[in-house]
């Protein structure tokens, strides 16, 4: 069940990895280029393991969204 965690936020899977896993090791990752803006107030999930029964889940913050990208979205509503 834990892949039911990969590529989604943090705050959207925090509270059913705590409730599935009493406790979830995290660790952070992070691109070694910053090229691309990220949005460090949204960590994603980008890795979920699982050893010896524990869940490991490795968080990176989300890309930002361009203004671009954020006009579209507004356009599809």
């Known amino acids: 069940m834990t892949d039911l965690y990969l590529a989604r936020a943090w705050a959207d899977v925090r509270t059913p990895a705590e ?11 992070r691109s070694p280029r910053d090229f691309f803006g990220v949005d460090e107030t949204v960590p994603y999930v980008v890795r979920v393991r699982e050893r010896g029964g524990r869940c490991m889940l490795t968080l990176t913050p989300a890309p930002a969204r361009s203004a671009s990208v954020a006009a579209c979205e507004e356009q599809l509503r």
């Open 19 to 29: 409730a599935e896993h009493s406790a979830c090791a995290l660790q952070e990752t």
